[in-house]
């Protein structure tokens, strides 16, 4: 079904015309109205969201599972990188002790080889995130994770130095300084957290490490890229830049993480990406921002994350330079790997499930992957009110992409909405257009799931119905002549709550 949805997306694009636009929004007869002007492209629409994606932590990487899904979600999606917690835990076997009895430790990079030939194999590439402490090198026995991740500092630098650097070289002989050089190298996960849950020793400890780290990696090769803090809500940035600063720390940008439902919680829709906005200004506009993790914050398999994907993936377009969602699958174990196909114990909300069926914000990332880039006018623009629920944009480059979401944060007000779009612009006036939707009554398996019975164990066939259950399906919906301007056609769709419409002109 899902190759199906794929020809046919391809088919209605094949005679599309590059030029189109969508512009203003009025009320009339209680359906917004938005119409369009031709011609103006008003920016390049950044496909941030592609650039990386997370997943659980580095062994898992090496499942079969995982990478069959890590496969489809590369194809499906356009995920450049991937990134991973614990690529230096002792489940990932890097840090031995000595052969024969000697005294000492040796480094084994046989693992993660295997996983990076592995990801260079599928066209992806690794963000190196440089966690955790391997237990030989530990200075302490703190752990966190299922996985016994040891968050503590290094006992010795000079032997930590030696690990880092002797993995620079390794990467580099094995791939060659041209690959390895467009990686990038993020120092630890979280330091700030909880606090104390992935490191023990506080932002000044923290800093000094990073610098540690940091500067064995460009002893190796200057023009590998390394930076941090890597922080969760946004912390720390002014500290960190103000350290690099004063004592000539190398950093080549900077990281952290957000969730929309970190303290004090979504205010409005807008809130997220408020804080994204401010981080950038805290950075400044010269230096690469990148948020590594993120995600909607309520972990189900609603159609609520859809909604959310697209909104804050249209308004962080011009904000960061990626924004890697957390994460793409549920084979994930911080807590251990449940066997529940919709867990809702889960701390963060995978793409797929455990199955490799696909949740409503797969798809909505899958409409985003086939969108062009090419950002076409649209006024008014409502994306950034908060005081509204219903955004439309529109996209070219890959034909004429129109976007339309019903998204609030929850407990907010949010209604179902009617809405026409009126198009001009088009070298020839069509008669139909093809439609994509996500929303409770489509792409959604979970409800599919539960008239089974909520099985903990579905059969393989019960797996394939689910994914049936997922498919993006296309619907022909009308173009009819436009009343109010000459040579444009309109279409009128329901927004529901919580609902992305894809709808797509050839």
């Not at 209605?12 to 209680?30: I, Y």
């Not at 994509?436 to 599919?448: C, L, P, Q, V």
Request: glycine share 6%; aromatic share 14%.
């Amino acid at each position: 079904v899902l190759l199906y949805a794929s020809n046919m997306h391809n088919w209605v694009l094949c005679a599309v015309s590059l030029f189109a636009l969508v512009c203003v929004c009025f009320v009339d007869g209680g359906a917004l109205q938005f119409q369009v002007r031709s011609d103006v492209v008003v920016s390049p629409f950044r496909h941030v969201f592609e650039e990386c994606v997370g997943s659980g932590h580095a062994a898992l990487a090496l499942r079969a599972d995982f990478q069959e899904q890590l496969i489809q979600a590369h194809h499906d999606l356009g995920f450049r990188r991937i990134r991973f917690h614990g690529l230096l835990v002792d489940d990932m076997s890097v840090v031995l002790p000595a052969e024969n009895g000697n005294p000492g430790v040796m480094f084994s990079f046989f693992n993660i080889d295997r996983i990076f030939d592995f990801l260079l194999k599928i066209g992806m590439k690794p963000l190196v995130e440089i966690s955790f402490m391997p237990s030989l090198l530990a200075s302490g026995n703190k752990t966190w994770s299922h996985y016994n991740a040891n968050i503590t500092p290094p006992k010795n630098a000079t032997l930590w130095s030696n690990l880092i650097s002797s993995l620079a070289q390794h990467l580099i002989q094995r791939y060659g300084a041209d690959e390895v050089r467009s990686w990038h190298f993020e120092v630890w996960n979280e330091p700030n957290c909880c606090p104390d849950f992935f490191w023990d020793q506080g932002e000044e400890s923290y800093f000094r490490f990073y610098n540690l780290t940091a500067q064995a990696i460009k002893s190796v090769d200057k023009q590998l890229q390394v930076g941090g803090p890597a922080t969760a809500m946004s912390g720390w940035l002014d500290d960190f830049l103000q350290f690099c600063t004063k004592y000539n720390v190398p950093y080549d940008f900077i990281s952290t993480h957000e969730y929309p439902t970190d303290p004090p919680g979504p205010q409005s829709r807008t809130f997220f990406t408020n804080v994204l906005a401010n981080s950038r200004s805290v950075v400044g506009a010269n230096t690469s921002l990148f948020y590594t993790e993120y995600d909607d914050g309520y972990n189900d398999a609603s159609s609520y994350g859809a909604a959310f994907v697209v909104y804050q993936n249209y308004m962080a377009r011009d904000i960061v330079d990626i924004l890697s969602f957390w994460v793409f699958s549920d084979i994930f174990e911080e807590a251990g790997l449940y066997p529940d196909p919709y867990a809702k114990w889960m701390p963060v909300d995978g793409l797929m499930n455990v199955y490799g069926v696909p949740k409503p914000n797969y798809r909505a990332f899958q409409l985003l992957h086939w969108a062009g880039d090419q950002l076409l006018q649209t006024t008014p623009d409502t994306f950034s009110s908060a005081n509204e629920t219903v955004s439309v944009f529109g996209v070219s480059g890959n034909g004429t992409s129109i976007f339309i979401v019903n998204w609030n944060v929850y407990k907010l007000p949010i209604v179902s909405q009617d809405v026409t779009v009126t198009v001009t612009g088009l070298k020839e006036l069509k008669k139909q257009a093809v439609a994509y939707y996500i929303d409770e009554n489509h792409t959604t398996s979970y409800g599919a799931w539960e008239s089974m019975g909520s099985p903990l164990y579905p059969s393989p066939s019960q797996v394939d119905a689910l994914k049936k259950a997922s498919s993006l399906l296309p619907q022909t919906i009308a173009l009819v002549p436009s009343s109010s301007s000459s040579g444009a056609v309109q279409f009128t769709v329901t927004a529901l709550p919580y609902s992305v419409i894809n709808v797509i002109i050839a």
